[in-house]
């Protein structure tokens, strides 16, 4: 069932990858070989068909234009590039409504009246795509850092005054430690940081195994 709902997409896929490149193929060959403008869709992609002064090249351009940035969105599918997919769908459809209502040759009528279709078809499923939410969305380019706590850092105010604790009240052999590291009062120990009692405790192990 998921993927019956996602084949329309994957189609529509599959129709602009062929359009892109056959539009790009005929640019190339346009350019360099010097061939005709044909067929006549790949100029009536866009409403720039309605002005006489824009030249076929510029209107060839304006199709490859399109077709990409249309392809473009389709295979990020993020909530943002459908919108954008959408709009450019109906500025290639609205192209293409505007030569089929102008042209008198039948044989473009009957191909571009089927890209007008699924041009339709298409714009109708992104429609659908966006309402529902039934789209893919991407993790953000600058994710979010995870919150730390931090154990807010001794300061002079918070240490345990030497006249309510003393060295002694601690057991003998804490006391006998403490002062083989040159440890003499509680006071010695609150202005000692971790690293320098982890250092005198590395020397006073040491003194130990050598004695």
Do not use: C
């Given at each position: ?11 529509f ?14 640019t190339?060959?346009i ?5 005709p ?23 060839l ?16 599918s ?10 450019i ?5 609205g ?30 499923t ?11 969305t991407?993790?953000?380019?600058f ?6 706590t931090?154990?807010?850092s ?19 052999e ?9 440890i ?8 000692m ?6 250092k ?7 003194e130990?195994?050598?004695?």
């Amino acid at each position: 069932m998921e993927a019956m709902r996602s084949l329309p997409r994957e189609f529509f896929l599959l129709f602009l990858v062929f359009l892109t490149s056959f539009i790009g193929m005929k640019t190339i060959f346009i350019i360099f070989f010097s061939t005709p403008f044909d067929p006549a869709f790949i100029l009536h992609l866009s409403p720039l068909i309605l002005f006489p002064s824009v030249s076929d090249i510029q209107l060839l351009f304006a199709s490859l234009t399109l077709a990409v940035l249309n392809l473009y969105f389709h295979v990020r599918s993020g909530r943002f590039d459908t919108i954008a997919s959408i709009i450019i769908t109906s500025i290639m459809a609205g192209g293409l409504s505007i030569s089929i209502l102008s042209s008198e040759s039948y044989l473009n009528i009957a191909i571009e009246y089927p890209m007008l279709v699924l041009m339709l078809v298409m714009l109708a499923t992104d429609i659908q795509f966006l309402l529902r939410g039934e789209i893919k969305t991407f993790p953000s380019i600058f994710p979010r850092r995870e919150a730390y706590t931090h154990a807010p850092s001794s300061s002079i105010g918070s240490r345990i005054p030497s006249d309510l604790v003393m060295l002694e009240d601690m057991n003998e052999e804490y006391i006998n430690l403490l002062r083989g590291m040159g440890i003499r009062g509680i006071d010695d120990l609150a202005r000692m940081d971790a690293k320098e009692l982890l250092k005198r405790l590395h020397e006073y192990m040491k003194e130990i195994e050598e004695n």
